[in-house]
């Protein structure tokens, strides 16, 4: 029966899809790349296990309609204002420049037409969205200048793929420029159109379903919403991807966006795999083979173009040259949004069956080098910046005339934390961050900060590393963290430098660069995690102390940040069977210089004083003349009414 031989052939293809994804992801190679070797060796030019492809055609459709509409789930309309602010001339330019580029080779080294040059250009200049993301968290680099310029860039390319799928007809020739206004009309009627229906329904619809308190309701509700809007789409003349898209991005500012999100996503990603699946049968094995020379040459160009212009484009608009070189690399390959225009290209006739195998072999082989390229890419973006002597803002030496200063990297939250500290402190201190709007914003509110590279000693020298009385690193870049220690090293051999890192394994590598101290946010965010569970747990405040000291100086990193403390063992059994409370005496309380004799507790107030710490030892015992200094803690034992009297006594607030 057709139906059986369908499921065979699926089930023996997403088998074969498997395989591959085991196998090549211990190389890093990214699973939509097996998804299209898996349809290469399955197509008729292969194995030849499917027969029945038009039936897979129809599947890899639906999965296109819902991959579009997940874009639109993750999609809002604050994200896309800010990306407009972020990103729009840089995406613009790198777009632009990339597909005028890719013309000029088409028509001069090809002897190809205009409308090809553009089509192939702009083909080009999509990126992965998918691959590129993975990259990025596998290399703890989201959050790094780089990483959240090519998220920008790429979160820009992926709306501008419905705005190029909208200009295939018109280059293909099947829409006349004489009628572009007249379609471009209709088209945004029925986008129009599309949005207010999905407006009016799709929040009433998601109300009703959660309402009803059934959960089978919900993933049937993202699966009814998908097609639906793909669906009455179609009926108006525009793609289905395209509605698809609309309605995603209509749901994204609901409260229901995350939950549908998740409901959508498993069958997304079996269904677009089968995509790339039907993408690879659509490739003739001997046709590449035949042409592998050329493919090989067209890759090697591809990469050189896109890494070139992308960093040329985001270096104009005033994004620092090791950053604008690492993002441009990374950003190398081309996407998988790019093969949903190349197949509507192929279908309107834009590209002849032997081109389309040519571009699809050199694309896929840019997916397969990509992880190569992000590995690479700081580093190559380091070594142009600096055998071009790319000096970043940084602050003049005269003219700061700083010494014994705190010189902050990266102005984030941990950086603006410590600048409040330190100002509270009235001890100076100098930023740098490479933020532009951070730096401007923030020098308007009065802050020591300087446009500047981190990585660059010309920048730490700015900021008077070499007179500094510490360096505290709070970058998100992990390889920026590990070129400013380094050079910050190298600039002052005995300056102390706090670094932040993310995980304990870059601690101790930070420590050997010559750090003085690491602070892995995995570490210290666990212990913060036990601490606030053991307080709701009624376990006393110095034994938690005690408890997550005992952990920290576990870490290598951390053995120099406090002294020593009393081991847990050594503590009065008292403490761990009553609840205790801790008090540190402040300047000025009453209860400074005075002895515990004269604060008389347990006579007035009724708590007992069992220990009190002093320079970070322990007095488990504490006699009645011990002097108390500012500084002091002391456990108090005692319910939460004698607790609170014997604070208001030692601080004087009777």
């Not at 059986?4 to 090549?24: D, F, K, N, P, R």
């Not at 998988?336 to 192929?346: A, H, Q, T, V």
């Not at 201190?429 to 401007?440: F, K, M």
Request: net charge neutral.
């Amino acid at each position: 029966m057709p139906e059986q031989a369908l499921l065979a052939e699926l089930v023996l293809t997403y088998a074969l899809a498997l395989v591959l994804i085991l196998v090549l992801s211990r190389v890093r190679i990214p699973p939509i790349v097996s998804f299209i070797i898996a349809g290469m060796i399955a197509g008729p030019t292969g194995a030849g296990i499917v027969r029945t492809q038009e039936d897979v055609n129809v599947l890899a459709d639906l999965g296109i309609v819902l991959l579009l509409f997940t874009v639109g789930l993750e999609f809002s309309l604050n994200e896309i204002q800010r990306i407009w602010r972020a990103v729009i001339f840089g995406g613009s330019l790198q777009m632009g420049a990339t597909a005028v580029v890719v013309l000029i080779l088409v028509m001069v080294g090809l002897h190809g037409s205009w409308q090809l040059g553009i089509f192939v250009g702009l083909f080009i200049a999509l990126s992965s969205t998918a691959i590129v993301l993975r990259e990025l968290s596998s290399r703890n680099q989201l959050d790094a200048p780089h990483g959240r310029l090519m998220i920008g860039i790429l979160l820009f390319q992926d709306l501008c793929i419905v705005a190029l799928l909208l200009l295939v007809p018109i280059l293909s020739g099947k829409t006349a420029l004489s009628g572009v206004p007249l379609v471009l009309v209709k088209a945004a009627a029925a986008i129009g159109a599309v949005a207010i229906v999905s407006r009016l329904v799709l929040p009433v619809l998601f109300t009703l379903v959660a309402r009803s308190g059934r959960r089978e309701a919900f993933p049937l509700a993202v699966l009814l919403a998908s097609i639906g809007t793909a669906w009455v789409s179609s009926l108006l003349g525009i793609s289905m991807a395209l509605g698809a898209f609309l309605g995603g991005l209509i749901l994204a500012d609901s409260e229901f966006s995350h939950q549908a999100h998740a409901e959508i996503r498993p069958l997304r990603d079996i269904l677009s795999g089968l995509f790339f699946v039907s993408l690879g049968m659509l490739a003739d094995f001997n046709t590449i083979v035949g042409n592998l020379p050329w493919v090989l040459v067209i890759t090697s160009v591809l990469i050189l173009v896109k890494s070139a212009v992308a960093a040329g484009a985001l270096w104009v608009v005033a994004t620092p040259l090791r950053v604008a070189v690492t993002a441009g690399i990374g950003l190398a390959q081309v996407g998988e949004f790019s093969f949903i225009l190349g197949r509507s290209g192929l279908d309107e006739g834009l590209l002849t069956s032997g081109q389309w195998q040519v571009l699809l072999a050199a694309s896929i082989a840019t997916m397969i080098v990509t992880p190569a390229l992000v590995a690479i890419a700081p580093h190559v973006g380091s070594w142009i910046a600096k055998r071009t002597r790319q000096k970043d803002e940084a602050p003049d030496v005269e003219h700061l005339h700083l010494s014994d200063h705190v010189v902050i990297l990266g102005f984030g939250v941990g950086g603006r934390l410590l600048g409040r500290a330190l100002q509270q402190l009235a001890m100076p201190y100098v930023i740098l961050d490479l933020n532009g709007a951070t730096v401007r914003t923030s020098r308007k509110e009065g802050e020591s900060i300087f446009f500047g590279d981190a990585t660059n000693e010309d920048a730490l020298r700015g900021a008077g590393v070499d007179r500094a009385k510490a360096v505290v690193a709070v970058l998100s870049d992990p390889y920026a963290s590990v070129r400013a220690v380094t050079a910050a090293r190298a600039l002052n051999p005995t300056v102390p430098i706090i670094v932040r890192t993310r995980y304990t394994a870059e601690a101790d590598a930070m420590v050997e660069l010559g750090a003085t101290v690491a602070v892995a946010e995995e570490l210290e965010a666990s212990l913060e995690v036990i601490a606030q569970a053991f307080a709701r747990l009624d376990v006393p405040g110095n034994i938690i102390e005690v408890l997550v000291d005992g952990f920290r100086r576990e870490s290598s990193g951390m053995r120099l940040v406090r002294a020593p403390s009393q081991p847990l063992d050594a503590l009065p059994s008292a403490i761990s069977g009553a609840p205790v409370a801790t008090h540190q005496l402040e300047s000025g309380e009453w209860a400074v210089g005075r002895t515990l004799a004269d604060a008389n507790l347990r006579a007035e107030t009724g708590a007992l004083v069992i220990a009190v710490r002093k320079g970070g030892k322990h007095i488990t015992s504490p006699a009645a003349d011990l002097r108390l200094d500012e500084g002091d803690v002391l456990y108090l034992m005692g319910d939460e009414s004698d607790v609170l009297l014997a604070r208001k006594r030692l601080s004087g607030s009777r």
